[in-house]
């Protein structure tokens, strides 16, 4: 089959490799049917050191069961499935507090010989647990959005829950890319009253306000804070949703936040020491979130996304087949494309 | 009056200083009855800069009421009275919302105008928001553990309250210091089942275990995080309440604490920038913690402080007069003492 490779830094390749077939009991093997490129996957696009041997790349993706390990029950060839970007047994004892990203027995896509998503299909290792069927047709309209269910919709809804959005709750989301787009509808579909979304990408803010940011600050730095700030009557937010992941975006929530608040990151720490210190501690702030049990979100986001009561996958500007997922890297990298999905 | 002044580093004088009298209509004056040195008066002990016009020192104290404003509505003269280690209105927005350290309108003891509580006598501006009466003559034995009310077991509270501590929590509490301490037995109130206190002092961590450890973890670094792994499958605790501030004891934390849990801290931090990147993020840990709203748990914990439930007051291991408190620094700060009252 055929799937994607990164070679290093803006060296994407679409080759063939080896089919997937059932290796445990507890696997299936998933044609793919939709599937998408990441935001976090810009960061190694960006920055992974040169690769002699390609790593696999995605984590999103809807597929078709086609092959079912002995040891698999709740599946069936046929079915449509969603897999979260990170496979888990769901019976473990983190898995059942909700923490499916550290399952005992579970990891990430693409390492190992384990396949990533961008490909034809994928062997999906603890399968019972990982994968949730979709009660449509493989090409319904609703597959862009039940994608999102995958990372970036559940990632926005991590972000908020973890910030403890609750109705009337005062919002600011940090970053217009297809997380804090996310966010923001998460955080809307929570009952937020007030939602700041801050992004500098009309087309993409544009968005955030239909998915519900109640007021767009299209600026950076000190002087995103300072709008922040009279938008709150000088108070700053009681949540922040930091959706981008440099230290600059992490110092702008420290600064938009009001004493008591929440500062939830979902997008993925680009550094390791940042400030945490006495300005931090005297407003009692919050340094929540982390990396996003899509697993433990998706039966609970799914109905909404099956009603059509909120089109996560509006996000999606471009849609390309298996052999353009290097342009679509490319695009995204550029900021030419805010997320892309694929039709293998 | 006299009152208790700091000059430099190991420069602790007591001082003949003006009268305290009232300023505002919602001061009262207070008769000090009883206060202490606090494990954070150590930090600017060892190395506030020199100061021409001394510091005046102190944040915890129980008294009498002398003199009332004219808008002062709950109390009267002679009341006895228990000061939180911050004032506030307790009416504003963050007061009500539990926050008395954000009070819109509160401050601190010591700068500007206000009294320090290492004196004879201390006006108490915003009297009504700030005091908490207590039922009891102004030398019942019970004094000592309700002085603790003021900061250390409502810090030790706040530590066990942010983590989330309650019934079955595994806890580390890093710091067999007064707060520590009183984290300990904050923890255990609660419901904790397992407390790990991670502390090298055995006079104090045999208090510990009487106050509620289950373990003692005597040692530091990674032989620290070793034995606590040990204790607990290899998987650490759930909730860190971390009472030390140093960069080592939040890196401690950090080791100790399994994912999905919380890092308290309650310790003034001695550092700015410290790690939240990747591995924090991975593992979805939570950063709390702060300066603790004593105001806010004062009631709470009154009446089992009255019952004799718990005896936080066991901390202090030494007793001195006013003129004795640069003795009490010092021993204090050479750890021959935990925690030394003071009879003005």
Redesign the interface.
């Known amino acids: 089959m055929r799937a994607t490779l990164m070679y290093g830094p803006g060296d994407v390749r679409v080759e063939e490799v080896a089919d997937p077939r059932l290796r445990e009991a507890t696997d299936v093997v998933v044609r793919i049917t939709r599937s998408c490129v990441c935001g976090s996957d810009l960061w190694p696009y960006q920055k992974i050191p040169v690769q002699e041997r390609g790593v696999r790349m995605g984590h999103e993706f809807i597929g078709v069961v086609e092959e079912v390990g002995g040891e698999v029950a709740t599946l069936r060839r046929g079915d449509l499935v969603v897999a979260p970007f990170v496979w888990s047994d769901n019976t473990c004892d983190?898995c059942k507090?909700g923490?499916q990203?550290?399952c005992r027995n579970g990891g990430g896509w693409g390492p190992g010989d384990v396949d990533g998503g961008q490909g034809e299909a994928v062997r999906v290792p603890q399968a019972d647990g990982t994968l949730v069927k979709l009660p449509v047709g493989e090409d319904d309209a609703l597959m862009p959005s039940l994608l999102t269910l995958s990372d970036v919709f559940s990632t926005g809804h991590h972000a908020a829950v973890?910030a403890g959005v609750r109705k009337g709750s005062s919002v600011a989301v940090i970053g217009d890319g297809a997380v804090g787009l996310c966010a923001v509808l998460a955080a809307r579909r929570l009952g937020a009253e007030q939602i700041l979304l801050l992004g500098r990408h009309t087309s993409r803010t544009d968005l955030g306000r239909e998915f519900g940011a109640t007021e767009v600050v299209a600026a950076r730095g000190e002087q995103a804070v300072a709008a922040v700030r009279d938008l709150t009557g000088g108070d700053g937010v009681t949540c922040v949703l930091e959706c981008v992941g440099t230290k600059a975006a992490?110092d702008t929530a420290l600064d938009v936040v009001k004493?008591?608040g929440s500062v939830s990151?979902v997008g993925?720490?680009q550094?390791?020491?940042?400030?945490?210190?006495?300005s931090?501690?005297?407003?009692?702030?919050?340094?929540?979130?982390?990396?996003a049990?899509a697993r433990q979100y998706i039966p609970e986001l799914l109905p909404d996304v099956l009603s059509g009561a909120v089109e996560p996958g509006r996000v999606f500007d471009r849609t390309v087949g298996l052999d353009e997922v290097p342009d679509a890297y490319r695009a995204m990298n550029d900021r030419q494309a805010l997320k892309v999905l694929i039709r293998p």
Chains 1, 2 share one sequence.
């Open positions: 983190y507090a923490l990203t550290s973890c992490f004493p008591g990151r993925v720490p550094y390791s020491e940042a400030n945490v210190g006495p931090v501690f005297r407003r009692n702030l919050r340094i929540v979130g982390g990396i049990p």
